[in-house]
């Protein structure tokens, strides 16, 4: 059984894993995950000379599976923890030195990338720890172009909420909720598909699009 003591440290380290308990975290999420990260994957229509970020990439296995399509002019990444990103570096060296993969240290809520430079944003188990939705959402419309798309795979509220994990700061969400940020933030044709799996019962993937801003007379 796991103690609301383990559970709370779990809990952070989900958020900010660091340590070697960290690292260790980071190389099971890359397979705890697998199926959400592979959902995302096919749902990203990727195309060649495309500019792609991930917000929070942990282990970059999607990063990676991305990147072996050959398609992208370049992935960017944006990460909290520390550790994650020394790993990656690591692991995406060469490309890091032909320019085709870069990564940043980070908050989600003030990205450190110029308007407009992106054609597709992804990500996955991140939500429940972003303390302002709406400023994230916001500053992904920002940073992707007119027609760019925002994917989004998340956990069904009523699973963290079985994990116990709410009490710890982690924020579910409803499939509603998130679409109705969404649209606030300015997006367009949100939809949503759902999936089960066994590690996470059933899961979520919304996508959302930026409109042509010109015709809305967004500066």
Same mark, same amino acid.
């Given at each position: 059984m796991? /103690?609301?003591?383990?559970r709370a440290f779990l809990a952070?380290?989900?958020?900010?894993?660091?340590?070697?308990?960290?690292?260790?975290?980071? *190389?099971?999420?890359? *397979?705890?995950?697998?199926?959400?990260n592979n959902i995302v994957l096919q749902n990203l229509d990727l195309q060649a000379g495309d500019r792609i970020l991930e917000i929070g990439f942990g282990?970059?296995?999607?990063?990676e599976q991305i990147a072996n399509t050959a398609l992208p002019q370049i992935i960017v990444g944006v990460e909290q923890s520390q550790d994650a990103i020394d790993l990656c570096k690591q692991k995406? *060296? /060469?490309?890091?030195?032909?320019?085709?993969i870069e990564l940043h240290l980070a908050d989600a809520i003030e990205l450190p990338l110029p308007d *407009?430079?992106? &054609?597709?944003?992804? /990500?996955?188990? /991140?939500?429940?720890?972003?303390? &302002?939705?709406s400023k994230v959402f916001a500053e992904c419309f920002r940073v992707l172009a007119d027609d760019g798309k925002l994917l989004i795979s998340y956990n069904s509220k009523d699973f963290l909420s079985k994990?116990?994990?709410?009490?710890?700061?982690?924020?579910?969400?409803?499939?509603?909720?998130?679409?109705?940020?969404?649209?606030?933030?300015g997006f367009v044709n949100v939809t949503t598909i759902t999936r089960h799996s066994d590690r996470h019962q059933e899961f979520f993937c919304t996508s959302a699009t930026v409109p042509l801003r010109h015709w809305l007379k967004i500066s």
């Open positions: 796991i /103690t609301n003591k383990f952070n380290q989900l958020g900010f894993p660091k340590g070697w308990f960290g690292k260790l975290l980071i *190389r099971f999420l890359n *397979r705890n995950n697998a199926m959400m282990g970059g296995y999607l990063i995406f *060296r /060469t490309q890091i030195n032909k320019s085709e *407009r430079s992106f &054609d597709k944003i992804c /990500t996955v188990n /991140t939500i429940y720890f972003w303390a &302002d939705l994990q116990k994990f709410a009490k710890h700061g982690f924020i579910g969400y409803e499939v509603s909720e998130i679409e109705s940020i969404l649209k606030m933030a």
